[in-house]
């Protein structure tokens, strides 16, 4: 089976600018999670997707959302960017809830 | 609130050492999930392995094994004959069914190094 694909690999974009991520999970995989990673913060979760739904939302602001389609597939989107957005985006796919997640190889976001 | 500490930031062995990395967590669900991942230097984090809250049983897998233990809320990883290819950034990681959903709580992640 392949594994979970996110695009681009790299972005460099300006402070205010729009960024959309992209995320294809593993085959049969309904549920979709999104996380960033940063030196200072850690791995924190951003949001959840099931079914097209969003099931469980981290601590972020709206600028962050996301959606998800009808073949799981799954973007997110980071509106008026900051510095402080420059970070390492991964994509995690599952079967279910409780189930263990596989993630991509990220998408690294700069920002200046 | 779940929580999830790993109290070594770094730890550096020679090859062929034994090392165990520490997971303490905490959580108010009845039915938990924990994880450990890898994050080599290339950044994909690799799934190593899965647990659920009622199943106590250490399981050892090649060079590496895990102890649960629910009385400390504690599960932690050994690697045996460690290599320069374990390598990398370790996590540790929770869920709760009640209250998290598929939500992952991370540690802040242990730094190995094996040198040769």
């Known amino acids: 089976k392949a594994g979970v694909t996110q695009t681009p690999r790299y972005l460099i974009k300006t402070r205010g600018q729009q960024v959309t991520l992209s995320c294809s999970p593993i085959?049969?995989?309904?549920?979709v999670s999104w996380y960033q990673q940063t030196p200072g913060q850690g791995l924190q979760f951003l949001f959840e997707?099931?079914?097209?739904?969003?099931?469980n939302k981290g601590n972020f602001p709206g600028r962050f959302s996301g959606r998800q389609f009808s073949n799981s597939r799954s973007e997110m989107n980071v509106s008026t960017l900051e510095l402080g957005d420059s970070a390492l985006y991964l994509c995690?796919?599952?079967?279910?809830?409780?189930?263990?997640?596989?993630f991509g190889p990220g998408t690294r976001l700069t920002v200046t | 609130a779940q929580k999830v500490t790993q109290a070594q930031t770094e730890i550096s062995v020679v090859e062929k050492e034994d090392v165990t990395l520490d997971c303490v967590y905490e959580t108010r669900d009845t039915t938990y999930y924990l994880f450990w991942y890898k994050q080599p230097p290339s950044g994909e984090l690799v799934f190593l392995i899965r647990?659920?809250?009622?199943?106590?049983q250490n399981e050892i897998s090649g060079r590496y094994s895990w102890n649960f233990q629910k009385s400390t809320s504690s599960f932690n990883f050994t690697i045996t004959a460690s290599q320069v290819v374990d390598s990398a950034v370790y996590f540790c990681a929770l869920s709760g069914k009640e209250t998290s959903g598929s939500r992952l709580t991370f540690g802040e992640g242990t730094q190995l190094t094996v040198n040769p």
């Open positions: 085959s049969g995989h309904r549920s």
């Open positions: 647990r659920n809250s009622f199943d106590e």
């Open positions: 997707y099931f079914s097209e739904t969003q099931r």
């Open positions: 995690a796919s599952s079967a279910g809830r409780g189930y263990e997640q596989y």
